[in-house]
């Protein structure tokens, strides 16, 4: 299969050099049995890129298992891969297949695969070397023949060197590493990207998109994309639905890059060049100012983005007079925290939804009086609560209001559940 049929079965959008070779490199390996890791920033495509090597491959009859490593808790995580025999816990009621029995004669991916806890990773070694697994609860060996797509948005090696990921594991993963590059450095391809995704949206919405100024444009190619193409789809969709033939200028794009909309700040600097500009004697150049210009608006954002995060959560959990029983400084930041129904509704996609709703001012419900006492007995107007003790709270606002529902309470808090369960163990909290 060539480049360009490959990319338009997949809807792999792109043009510029670093995406066509890392396709070329897939279209390579895809219908070989070989390991294949996939590097790189969220939403750069590392899910779609698995599915069509899988799709490609000569397994393509048989499943597909996703397997996101990073959210099954530490706890279950290899009765969930390997399978268990009835008995061989409380509540194992029933023997059961796990994931690499379930994907035989097919393909596993192994996503967030640096999650994987320690006594996993061991396990995981066998079995991607020789097939070879054991199911919880049982001496009886087992194969399996699958073809593992593993990815990660970390830098494995870095793991190793922190010694949380093992180096047997991670020289076997790396067989071939496919590394997807953030948006930002293959900015060729923001437009074309951006132009299917206004296509698919405004049909679907049955909306006309008039257009960019060239200033606008310059700005959608010179911008960061911290969330990269997940991000782009996003702006496009709400400037589909929200800006409805509109033309759209730099004001009105900005207002969808969010946090990030100072014109002339370092998001909106042309991509760097590799650091040349050093100067003879030694001295920072201008690529080094620019750099650690860079650096500190980079700062700068993610503090903003904590800070909106912490907001926004502070947002749904509580009703408006609870927040009144905050200090001061924290009510300041959520209520200047560029929250707005438009980013609980609209700007979120449902995989990144975090549950937030719009809160009514109106009657105080008996169930935020009990949030309100909850609050006022943990903390006290004029402290300023410990991260711990806040953190500690806030779990348990959470596991409340999801009446004890862990995923649900782990996705409104924005951590995999395995932190949670984590946290509640820290805290010893049950
Ligand atoms: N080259 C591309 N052309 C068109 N759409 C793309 C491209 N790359 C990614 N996408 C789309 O961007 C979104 C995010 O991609 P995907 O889920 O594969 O990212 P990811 O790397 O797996 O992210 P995460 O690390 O958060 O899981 C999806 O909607 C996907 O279809
Ligand atoms: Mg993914």
């Not at 410990?386 to 779990?395: A, D, G, H, V």
Request: proline share 3%.
């Amino acid at each position: 299969m060539d480049r360009e049929a490959f990319q338009e079965r997949f809807g792999l959008i792109g043009e510029s050099v670093a995406l066509k070779q890392v396709i070329d490199k897939i279209i390579q390996v895809a219908d070989t049995d070989i390991t294949v890791l996939l590097q790189g920033e969220s939403g750069v495509g590392k899910d779609i890129t698995a599915k069509a090597i899988h799709a490609v491959s000569h397994r393509k009859h048989e499943n597909m298992v996703i397997v996101n490593c990073g959210a099954i808790p530490e706890g279950i995580i290899e009765s969930e891969l390997f399978g268990h025999e009835k008995g061989a816990f409380t509540g194992a009621h029933e023997a059961r297949e796990g994931y690499f029995e379930k994907a035989n004669g097919g393909t596993i991916f192994l996503d967030e695969i640096g999650d994987t806890p320690a006594n996993v990773q061991v396990k995981l070694l066998r079995v991607l070397e020789s097939g070879e697994y054991f199911r919880v609860g049982s001496s009886k060996l087992r194969t399996t023949d699958v073809r593992v797509v593993a990815a990660t948005n970390k830098d494995l090696w870095q793991l190793v060197q922190d010694e949380t990921f093992r180096e047997d594991l991670y020289y076997r993963l790396d067989t071939v590493k496919v590394k997807l590059p953030p948006l930002r450095e293959r900015p060729d391809d923001i437009i074309p990207i951006f132009r299917k995704f206004v296509t698919e949206f405004s049909s679907k919405y049955d909306s006309v998109f008039k257009g960019f100024s060239d200033d606008a444009k310059e700005l959608l190619i010179s911008y960061r994309w911290p969330g990269n193409v997940r991000e782009l789809r996003n702006v496009a969709e709400q400037l589909v639905v929200l800006e409805k033939s509109q033309f759209i200028d730099t004001e009105k794009l900005q207002k969808y890059l969010k946090g990030r909309q100072h014109t002339g700040s370092a998001d909106n600097l042309p991509i760097l060049a590799d650091k040349q500009q050093h100067t003879s004697n030694g001295s920072a150049g201008d690529g080094d100012q620019q750099l650690i210009y860079r650096a500190l608006v980079e700062l700068r954002n993610d503090i903003g983005d904590l800070k909106k995060m912490l907001g926004t959560f502070l947002y749904s959990t509580f009703s408006q007079k609870n927040l009144k029983a905050l200090p001061q400084n924290i009510q300041d930041e959520v209520q200047h925290s560029d929250i707005s129904e438009f980013d609980i509704d609209v700007g979120a996609t449902s995989e990144e939804n975090i549950g937030v709703q719009p809160f009514a001012e109106a009657d105080i419900s008996e169930e935020e009086n009990s949030e309100e006492e909850a609050f006022s007995q943990f903390f006290s107007a004029e402290d300023i609560p410990s991260i711990e003790k806040t953190e500690q709270f806030l779990i348990e606002q959470a596991l409340q209001k999801y009446d004890g529902n862990r995923r649900k309470a782990s996705e409104a808090l924005g951590i995999s559940e395995r932190t949670l369960y984590r946290k509640l163990d820290q805290y010893d909290l049950q």
